[in-house]
């Protein structure tokens, strides 16, 4: 067994896969100590309704980054891995991804702005949000991971995290300054990432380009299904948030979206690793499938076992993590919902590596009838949820969701098998 061990250690030494996850890693970490902190200080500061409704709008933020992103978060990865040799064509992967991603976020903004006076709940917070839709523009993390070169990015972002929990302690001060926290964090992401893509410039002497339309036609169709998958996604975890604010009390929405902000992290933990091994997984499944099959399976096995340990410690813990270490209140309300809620990153451990397979396979049109059937069942699921004010149902609603997920990728590995029989 010891001999075992060490022959698996000493081939993923021999890959970045072990780099990758360390500074990735770093990232999560720096980011989860993040969370920890401003959320105690929003909560001490604003109190946790206040906080539903910035959370609310940091939601809106994020869906809108989804779309501006338009899928380039996965496809820059492979295509900046496989251009390295070729300046030319990697500059063209990272003008193309700048430009596509600037071109959706004016459209957005466009939108936002004509919807001034239709109605939109928080409206004035949602835009004061906007700054991290702007950061999705730059942010360039995808390059990072293609050329596999991520301490630089693990500095940047640990300087920011400090940085942007200096700025909330200092201009946060109650609750009329709320609407500064989305801005705070998206305006200190802005700065990073264009930093970091001068970096990147300067790195390998990419000379400027102007959008080629094209090139930008091509990326748009290549992207689509991925950006409605991504799209659909977001939307599922978020559609809950959405209808809460509309037709729920700030309570509740407070409440939730205090335990949704820690299983996210939970999440990013398992985005963090699928992203170290993504450039090693696509050179192992071009070389050997079968052999990529039996990683597949093992991995998400070990990886449910860790999230099973995690999601005991969670629903264990629930009373202690809400109050004292996230706000000054007790919330049982809020301590019912992460209970509920700590067992959704260990159905999406199950299925993380699903994912990326079908990803490799490039089963783009799967991924999109999955994130289609998905986003109608949320909409379903979310509209019932809030009519009937369960809140067992409320908790429960993204572990139905990601079950859901879990069922329909699993049959589409085994389909082919299935056919074959």
Known sequence: MKQRISNAYHQLRKTNILANFFNLGSIQISNILLLLLTIRLITGVVGIEEFGIVMFANRVAQFAGI??????????????????????????????????????????????????????????????????????????????????????????????????????????????????????????NVITYVGLLIYLLRLYKLSFRLPVRNEIMVLLKANFHLTVNNVSVNLQQSVIVFALANWGSAYILGAYTLCDRVIGQCRNLLITLSNAIYPNAVHAYNADKAHWHTYRRKTKYLLAGAFFVAAILLFALADFIICPILSNQPNPTAVLFLRIMAFVPLVSAFNVLNVLDQLLKNNTVYIFRIATILLVLALALAFMVVLTKNQLLIGAFTLIIELAALLMYEYCIKKPALQDA
């Open 67 to 188: 779309a501006i992103n338009f899928g380039t978060n996965q496809s820059a990865v492979r295509d900046t891995a496989s251009n390295l040799d070729n300046p030319q064509q990697l500059a063209s992967v990272f003008y193309n991804t700048i430009w596509i991603r600037a071109l959706v976020f004016i459209a957005t903004l466009t939108l936002l702005l004509c919807l001034h006076n239709a109605g939109i709940p928080y409206y004035n917070t949602i835009l004061m949000a906007m700054p991290i839709v702007l950061a999705e523009v730059f942010n360039p993390l995808c390059f990072f991971i293609g050329i596999e070169k991520l301490k630089v990015f693990n500095v940047y972002n640990l300087i920011f995290n400090a940085i942007a929990v200096l700025a909330l302690v200092c201009f946060i001060k109650g609750p009329a300054d709320a609407n500064w926290i989305n801005f705070i964090l998206g305006a200190g």
